[in-house]
């Protein structure tokens, strides 16, 4: 998107044609609103940026198919001129003609044409530069198909389009739909608009259209259509007059048969436009964020940096169109209200009413990313905004100056990224701007590289056996959504999920893949490649080898892990749920298979993936307790019979919630302890200290399988013996990190001032003085159970009473009797019990266990 600067935001409505509510398509769903449809195509149009088309930037669609449309819009255009009735100026015709010929071009070059071009569509921004608009009108509403009423002005239609009269793609009667506008079309429209101007009048324009009609067929018959058109309109002398290339360029636009009328690429090099051509610079279509192609910003500073903040300047003009409608609709914009007010539905009056951030300070158009190097003054507006951030998310999104502080921010990032990707972890723990969201979760899952250049070289057309399953599943994936529900947004599903798995030869489409996309295709609905790059790096980070065509063993080694994590969270509601038989197997693998895509609407999956994606593979397991957390008290309260009701129709639950409950439960879940030999192999890649939200700092966080292999490792489990232990184990050098070894030497403590975790030696008192870890306490297992394993006493109650509601390390001699002792803490709700893995022996070969000092 390009600047603001001295444009306007323009909006214009229309209709689309509506539909019979008792008809079904060949599928047997309900026919898709032409509004829709036209919702759908639109979204391509909002990335052409070109200097010469007004750049659009929204469509909303509202009652009775009604459709505004928002646009780069400037007061002035060629009827302006016309009114004056003056006739142009050789050079003028020239200038006018070679600048829409290179926006006709452009749009050629992407397989569309105008069909609408006349005097009012032809803009003129302040320093005279010309701008096509409603350039896009043809295309979205598929040739006019998709609406009541013909696009074009029929002063300016070509004679073969006239020929073709009007269709109606609802109207039964119309077998078959005319042939399409070309190119060359919009050379005729040109080329009345041109003698228009030469001319000094409108053309026919005082002939009702049924005889203008006739006129302009009959030109078929005429050998030069310019001379019989200036004497119709009594200007013949005045045509003769012009120069020679302004005459031929009538003429070459005026030519009756298509097949002999040259296209907008072939007149822009002709031999007319010699003296002027040289006046203008090819356009360069501007370097994307990820491409093979070297970006580079100007990022010179003035020496006193406040000059860069002057009170006189109009920051917000520099912003990009989409940036300054975004932050009018959160300060209270309305399109409908907007175009109400004027009594009628117009595209004239301008939407740039933005009272909330006339009082911006300028520093904020400029963030410094090092914050201890600014040397601006903070405005009350900024001050103010350090109380925002503690504001519900909800209240932040609707901010109209906190967004645009972040949005500035972001920008500045991502545009540095991957440079400054470190930074753009780090401020998105604070939140993620909806405008910017797609880009920055790319960067999140450090998307590089011509991601442009890998999805086109992929075969996404030839048939294969997954077709027919991915053409079941769209229909039925986030449909309440009217862009992915759009034709186009499931052509766009179907494009990104076959590029998927004909690019993942080793994995399968299960389904739950369209799910997965969704969030990704809505986000970046206009640049596939991205939404396919997104979702290739999302599902081995979080999903590895879910989609195996034999994935049981992943899956059941998932979960298992998920019931300990249950158990490890909360061993009251995890007893309940084991008691009465309702596992994680009954209700959690569409949360999982999907990361909850499945399970949340797509609003309420943005605020949830905003922090999944700062977080490892095991975060979703947190999410899930998170859930469950929230149902708490009704699943404690009911069977099994209504627990499976209750997840049949989820309850609404509160995301923001959510997070912040699974950030609190990720900061209290060792590193080690959601181990799984299933996940994503080590990478190569940078390990961060700590695991993530709980320490100040720490940003990103990688996953324990990252980690280098240690003898102090946990080691791999058999999926039988993983499932015969209630919590989960964790491994040597987890529990070294997290005690440091010295409950006294002001280890990890919570903020009583307590230690956060304790270790539990259940070794005999014999085998504990012969060399113990510092700090831990002795709970022989053989005072609670007897030799056949039986309970002998309740070690609930007595000394373990205090060490309730830290990290209980279970420490044994053999793993047998660690698992028998933490399985019955959790059964008498003990929260946080988790076991040593390999017990005494793996701390032998530290050299960290002491003896007791003998007593003298």
Known sequence: MRPLRDAQLGAFTFFASALPHDVCGSN????TPNSIKILGRFQILKTFTHPRLCQYVDISRGKHERLVVVAEHYESSLSDFQRQGKTASPEMVLKVAYEVLEGLEFMNKHGMVHRALAPNNVLMDHKGNLKLAKFGLYYMTDRGGDVDFPIGYPSYLAPEVIAQGSFHASDPSNEEAPLPSGPKSDIWS???LLFEMCAGRRLLHNIEISERLKFILTLGCMDDIVTVLAEEHGCLDTIKDLPVNVLELLRKCLIFLPSKRPTPAELLGDEVFNEISCLYMPFQKPLSLFSSSLRCAHLELPEDISDLCKEEEDYLSERAIDEVYYLWCLAGGDLEKELTNQGIIQSK????TLPKLKDVGGEAYYPLLEEEQSSLPQSASSQDLSTTVTLPLIIRERDTEYQLTRIVLFHRLLQAYPYKRDLVWKDARVDIPPLVRGMAWAALLGIEGDIQAKYEGIDKDTPIPTDRQIEVDIPRC????????????????RRVLKAWVVSHPDLVYWQGLDSLCAPFLYLNFNNEALAYACMSAFIPKYLYNFFLKD????IQEYLTVFSQMIAFHDPELSNHLNQIGFIPDLYAIPWFLTMFTHVFPLHKIFHLWDTLLLGNSSFPFCIGVAILQQLRDRLLANGFNECILLFSDLPEIDIERCVHESIKLFSWTPKSATYRQHAQPPKTTAVTDGNGFGRPGTYYFSDYQDMPRTDLSREPLALSELKAELSPRISAEDLIDLCELSLAGGGKRTRAGRPKIVAVDVRSAEDFNRGHLSGSVNLPYSSAFGPDGELVQCPGTGVLHS???????????AMKSGTTFASHLVKVNFPRVCMLDGGIIKMRSTGLLTVPSPQI
Do not use: A, M
């Open 190 to 192: 040109l080329g009345v």
């Open 803 to 813: 060490f309730r509601g830290r990290v209980i390390v279970v420490i044994s001699h």
């Open 478 to 493: 986030h449909q309440y959504d009217e862009l992915l529900s759009s034709p186009q947004g499931h052509v766009k599903f």
């Open 28 to 31: 047997g769903l309900p026919l």
């Open 551 to 554: 994935n049981s063993h992943v």
């Open 349 to 352: 009056p301008p939407l740039c």
